[in-house]
């Protein structure tokens, strides 16, 4: 199976904070990939990298066998841990701002638009301010518009956070019928439950290196939070 994303030797330090620290892995199409670690693991400056909100002071990242472009930055979804909608607007009128963002023509984006909508379950609040939206709302939103441009790598960046049990499982839902269709998924979690459920395999993560990678069941020696706190001597969620 082709790796659709690999990251080799990534760097960033901040003064004389390592953040991420030589971290490599791949992901491969159609596979969730889980980059499992606590706050503060060094998950979210990886993710900002390999979108290209940050640049890496080393590595490589190589998305469909090429370095980063704007072809293959078209190629790439991003959900950010912080919700990017605007509040004042429904969520149609903030599908229709990030598809001419992404270029798409009126017509095409009208239908992705209205497929988006059933997708994450907001049709019938489509027309509603993103302002009256509960937290689980505007969580299925924010993947919306990672989503719209029908990306072939879909990197989510703790889409969970923060939102009640109910939202949390309609969002694991949906990663699990994208990578069904095909869909690449590079998912950062704090939630061990989540990487056991969605993910193909798990790369466990502490001060930005990682330490070591597997299917959950390789990785479950007893169980997956059993080896978590081997390797790092601290619990998933410190």
Do not use: W
Request: charged residues 25%; glycine residues 12%; negative net charge.
């Amino acid at each position: 199976m082709s790796a659709l994303l690999e990251v080799v030797g990534l760097r960033k330090r901040y003064k004389d904070i390592v953040a991420v620290d030589g971290l490599g892995f791949a992901v491969h199409e159609g596979e969730t990939y889980g980059l499992l670690g606590p706050n503060g693991a060094g998950k979210t400056t990886a993710i900002s990298m390999i979108v290209g909100v940050l640049d890496a002071d080393a590595g490589e990242i190589r998305v469909a066998g090429r370095a980063p472009d704007l072809a293959t930055r078209a190629m790439v979804g991003y959900v950010p841990q912080q919700l990017a909608l605007y509040p004042d607007l429904t969520a149609r009128q903030n599908l229709r701002f990030f598809s001419g963002m992404y270029g798409m023509r009126r017509a095409q984006a009208r239908t992705r638009i209205a497929e988006i909508l059933e997708l994450i379950g907001l049709s019938d609040r489509a027309d509603h301010a993103v302002a009256t939206y509960s937290g689980g709302m505007s969580r299925r939103l924010n993947i919306g518009v990672g989503l719209l441009h029908r990306p072939r790598l879909l990197v989510m960046d703790e889409p969970t956070a923060g939102v009640d049990p109910q939202s949390r499982t309609s969002i694991l839902d949906s990663v699990q019928r994208l990578t069904g269709e095909g869909l690449a998924v590079l998912y950062t979690t704090h939630y061990m439950e989540e990487a056991e459920r969605l993910c193909d395999r798990v790369g466990i993560v502490d001060h930005g290196r990682m330490l070591t990678e597997g299917t959950p069941s390789e990785l479950g020696d007893p169980d997956l939070e059993s080896t978590f706190l081997r390797l790092t001597g601290r619990a998933l969620r410190d």
